[in-house]
């Protein structure tokens, strides 16, 4: 029972940590400043230390680029009114959420998304411009099914605010979870949001970064924003990967919890079997005497015994088959899809069992079939 739940947990794992989430994870850190209450700092003056800190990270050995981000991916996110140019409230349909995310030029790329039509933004997509946007691939088909949502256009905030016209689409990507149903997401520029006042003020650093070398990029990212920081700003970095960490944790510990559990069990059940088999076959030495003296051949004494080890494991399997079956369905809410009777766990879990049980039945074999029939019979 132990063993199957922690093949059913590692599996989900497994299958959790499979899942496209829509960027490279491994490849990209986040850094920023945040600050303290009652500093009596302002946000905008985070405008000017981002330049300048984008521009000393971006000479670091193994980044690769930096972008800016008003609501970090994975961290937090924006719904926002959005209507079609007529006037009718843009509603999602079914129950697709809609997301907007305020970004620099170079993001996508950046986080490993492709634009599958059209563009990207660019440094001319700024205050003062024709206001644009980017919407992700399930926007598209989902407000614009069979057509090119290139050049659409909708508006934002109000029914009567000017169009913004759509220049490009995206891939998909998760927004707050990496467990989460596809989301009508879409895309303005950082510089042409100002309706709050915060224009260009990014939220976070985004860089992407060679491989293997997130970790250490983040250290030092931080250490820089730490020595170019002033009072009452707390500066921090951090990779994708460790900010997704609390996603997994769940089943990481399921998994090690019912691993170690099991491979305990394991053990004891190897150690149960061998001194089982070990004392039966020490009582029927007289028997595997007499079988020998009659001509049975070594093999065919192995096979008895490892009959009877084979035959105890199997009794073990069947009743704790039927036990993980009933208990799986306690299970079923902890996994993540993957069924609490999975035949390729129940069935690999059996066959460890019955490859344990004769593994520890090999000594009281090999005894067995090395008995002296002469010796066995004076003992007699």
Known sequence: VLLAGAGLFVRSLRQVEAIDIGYDTDRVVFAGVDFARDSGRKPEEAGPLFAEAAARVQKLPGVERVAFTGNRPMWGFSFETTFLPD????????????????????????????????????????????QVLVVNSSFAKAIWPGESAVGKCIRVHAPTDPCRRVVGVVSNSHYSSVIERPSMQWYVPLAQESDDGRAGYPGAMEIRVAPGRAADIAAQVKQLLTQMSGSGMRPWAQTLAEQLAGNFRSWRLG???????????????????????????????????????????GSSIMALVLKSSVAIAGVGVVIGTGIALWAGRFAKPLLY????????????????????????????????????????????
Do not use: C, H, W
């Open 255 to 297: 998994a090690a919890l019912f691993t170690a559990a099991g491979l305990l069990a394991l053990l004891v059940a190897a150690v149960g079997i061998y001194g089982t088999i070990a004392y039966t076959f020490s009582q029927r030495t007289r028997e595997i005497g007499v079988r020998i003296a009659l001509g049975a051949q």
């Open 87 to 130: 006037g009718d409230t843009l509603r999602a349909p079914g129950d697709l959420t809609n997301i907007v995310s305020f970004i620099s030029p170079g993001f996508f790329s950046s986080m490993g998304m492709r634009v599958l039509e059209g563009r990207d933004f660019t440094p001319e997509d700024r205050a003062g411009s024709e």
């Open 337 to 380: 899809d993957t069924a609490p009777n999975n035949p390729f766990v129940l069935g690999g879990v059996a066959l460890v069992l019955l490859a344990v049980a004769v593994i520890a039945s090999l000594v009281p074999a090999i005894r067995a079939k090395s008995v002296d029939p002469l010796e066995a019979l004076r003992a007699e």
